[in-house]
């Protein structure tokens, strides 16, 4: 039995929309690959987008030693695949089957050059307001990823 593989461009998409559409793809069966991950767009004004991963970045979780505490995700494709685990029933069997089928990728790997995209006409960054969205690579660039 040979899975079904979806390519998707995620450049241009509003991250959450993109990731909603990609969990339910997830659940059907499908293998879905995420190329282009820094280019995806989280709406909403860049100084709240900032603070509030801030927030989450720097959010200490024990007192006898930060340093030890649970690592928080700085890199884009892991951003992007955070999201989606968001919104898969992970704790499930269902849920970390459907996440394992899942790749994301900054930039576009070799062998998915060629391969035809798939993009969501309700998930495109066109609709927002400029200056009111930040894209996921700077965010991750803000906060210590370097390529």
Do not use: C
């Not at 190329?35 to 603070?51: H, T």
């Not at 900054?106 to 307001?129: H, I, M, N, T």
């Amino acid at each position: 039995m040979r899975v079904r593989e979806t390519v998707v461009d995620a450049s241009g998409l509003i991250l959450g929309r993109m990731a909603s559409h990609i969990a339910k793809m997830l659940l059907s069966g499908e293998r879905v690959v995420v190329v282009n991950a820094e280019k995806a767009v989280i709406s909403g004004s860049k100084d709240n987008i900032v603070e509030e991963y801030k927030e989450y970045v720097l959010s200490k979780r024990t007192l006898k030693n930060p340093e030890k505490g649970p690592k928080k995700v700085r890199r884009p494709d892991l951003m992007v695949k955070l999201v989606v685990r968001g919104m898969l029933p992970y704790k499930k069997a269902k849920g970390r089957e459907a996440y394992r089928r899942l790749r994301v990728y900054v930039g576009v790997p070799q062998e998915y050059e060629g391969a035809p995209k798939l993009r969501f006409e309700d998930a495109d960054a066109s609709r927002l307001a400029l200056g009111k969205f930040m894209y996921v690579g700077e965010l991750a660039s803000l906060f210590g990823w370097t390529r």
